[in-house]
């Protein structure tokens, strides 16, 4: 079964400065993946996501996560954070099941970002 | 923007009574489902509907739980009779169809039920 690991729980970042959001994934086969954010009070939204192709995908909001096959990662990055970034990240892997694409998502526990002035 | 609405936002029940959770997915999309997130944990999968029918159940939905359709704009969640460890944030969610961006999930922003 396919399972997500994220295993940073919470995250302190200065306004500003960059950031990384580790995520690991175990899946047989090439994953569908995914990361979502929650904002307090707010349902999740989708940042990005990767199917195929290039490793390196952008996503909305200014952030982009790259896809490493050999180490089973999918890392969101963001070269300088805002305010408004402070939220919940979470990572997900999809069943690929190529008649219908993801019937479901499997998530990790989820990163709690904090930004301070 | 077109979204997914749910309600209640937030509803407290007594241990043992019934509770229906509603959602209304994004006009044109096809299939439809519900996640759940307890408190400090990750979110699950609960079930996945489509052409009326359940497609995909998670082993949490047991037969306390349901999902209906009622009227072709609505998609509910009831649990019959609420247990303490069903307190959670419930999610709907909904995609495009087959054509549309496969895995993309469009979430509401949750309802929070609290047993007691």
């Known amino acids: 079964a396919q399972s997500v690991t994220q295993p940073d729980i919470h995250i302190t970042v200065s306004e500003g400065a960059s950031l990384e959001l580790r995520c690991n994934y175990s899946?047989?086969?090439?994953?569908?993946l995914f990361w979502y954010v929650q904002s307090p009070g707010q349902g999740l939204q989708l940042l990005l996501k990767?199917?195929?192709?290039?490793?390196l995908v952008q996503g909305i909001k200014g952030f982009e996560a790259e896809f490493k096959r050999s180490q089973s990662s999918f890392n969101l990055r963001k070269p300088s954070v805002h305010w408004s970034d402070a939220a919940e990240y979470f990572c997900a892997v999809g069943l690929k099941i190529s008649n219908f694409g993801n019937e479901k998502l499997t998530f990790g526990t989820g990163t709690r970002l904090t930004i301070i002035p | 923007e077109p979204e997914v609405t749910q309600t209640p936002s937030h509803q407290v029940t007594q241990m043992g009574q019934e509770v229906i959770l509603r959602c209304v997915p994004i006009s044109n999309h096809l299939y439809f489902y519900w996640y759940r997130q307890i408190l400090g944990q990750k979110v699950e999968f609960l079930v996945s509907f489509y052409n009326n029918e359940i497609s995909e159940k998670s082993e949490i939905f047991d037969d306390q739980f349901s999902v209906e359709r009622p009227d072709g704009s609505n998609f509910t969640l009831k649990i019959r009779s609420t247990k303490l460890e069903d307190s959670a944030m419930y999610f709907c969610?909904?995609?495009?169809?087959?054509?549309?961006?496969?895995?993309?999930?469009?979430f509401g922003e949750g309802s929070r039920l609290t047993v007691l």
């Open positions: 990767y199917f195929s192709g290039d490793t």
């Open positions: 969610a909904s995609r495009p169809t087959r054509g549309g961006a496969a895995g993309e999930l469009f």
């Open positions: 899946y047989g086969a090439t994953p569908y």
